[in-house]
């Protein structure tokens, strides 16, 4: 059986789903099992948001979901058992974007794994967001400002700390993503 799971799901054929999540990576020997859902919000930068469109190249973001299960695995280990699943199409206020969980026998190794896995994936996977707004105005986003895009010469890199995955100044209502 395989230990790691990883989707891109068209929101048009169906919502994410949790429990699978949580089913996948279940073992009698496990006593650790964390899990991160990403919902779309209602505001982001002030703006009053109505929903958001994904887009990405599928067999691109699953090789790159393969790879930060890989990443893991080097890490916390063969017990680890991994679900990576990520919405596609536009999405709703309230809807999930993003299911990660992670399966391991103790639970630091499961909050950890999961940690790892979602950031990985925030940062590194290529995934494009609209952003629709309650005034009609939808915006492709371009990027945390504070993590090496153009809008980085706004705020320079000196003043801002650097945070522990390795961004300068990210306390991570990131731009590419937004959960």
Same mark, same amino acid.
């Given at each position: 059986?395989?230990?790691?799971?990883?989707?891109?799901?068209?929101?048009?054929?169906?919502?994410?789903?949790?429990?699978?999540?949580?089913?996948?990576? =279940?073992?009698?020997?496990?006593?650790?099992?964390?899990? +991160?859902?990403?919902?779309?919000?209602?505001?982001?930068?002030?703006?009053?948001?109505?929903?958001?469109?994904?887009?990405?190249?599928?067999?691109?973001?699953?090789?790159?979901?393969? $790879?930060?299960?890989?990443?893991?695995?080097?890490? +916390?280990?063969?017990?680890?058992?991994?679900?990576?699943?990520?919405?596609?199409?536009?999405?709703?206020?309230?809807?999930?974007?993003?299911?990660?969980?992670?399966?391991?026998?103790?639970?630091?190794?499961?909050?950890?794994?999961?940690?790892?896995?979602?950031?990985?994936?925030?940062?590194?996977?290529?995934?494009?967001?609209? $952003?629709?707004?309650?005034?009609?105005?939808?915006?492709? =986003?371009?990027?945390?400002?504070?993590?090496?895009?153009?809008?980085?010469?706004?705020?320079?890199?000196? =003043?801002?700390?650097?945070?522990?995955?390795?961004?300068?100044?990210?306390?991570?209502?990131?731009?590419?993503?937004?959960?």
């Amino acid at each position: 059986m395989d230990r790691h799971h990883c989707a891109v799901v068209d929101i048009a054929e169906g919502p994410l789903d949790p429990a699978a999540a949580l089913d996948f990576v =279940s073992d009698p020997g496990f006593g650790g099992i964390a899990m +991160f859902v990403g919902r779309v919000r209602d505001l982001n930068h002030g703006r009053v948001v109505t929903g958001v469109s994904y887009d990405m190249f599928v067999p691109l973001a699953l090789n790159g979901f393969s $790879e930060i299960a890989a990443r893991a695995d080097n890490e +916390f280990g063969p017990k680890l058992k991994l679900y990576i699943a990520h919405a596609k199409g536009r999405l709703a206020v309230g809807d999930l974007a993003v299911v990660v969980a992670a399966g391991t026998p103790h639970r630091d190794e499961a909050f950890r794994a999961c940690r790892q896995v979602i950031e990985a994936v925030k940062h590194t996977s290529p995934i494009w967001k609209q $952003e629709h707004y309650e005034d009609g105005d939808s915006v492709w =986003s371009e990027g945390c400002s504070l993590c090496g895009t153009d809008a980085a010469a706004e705020t320079p890199a000196e =003043s801002v700390p650097q945070t522990a995955h390795g961004h300068e100044g990210c306390d991570h209502g990131h731009g590419n993503h937004g959960h």
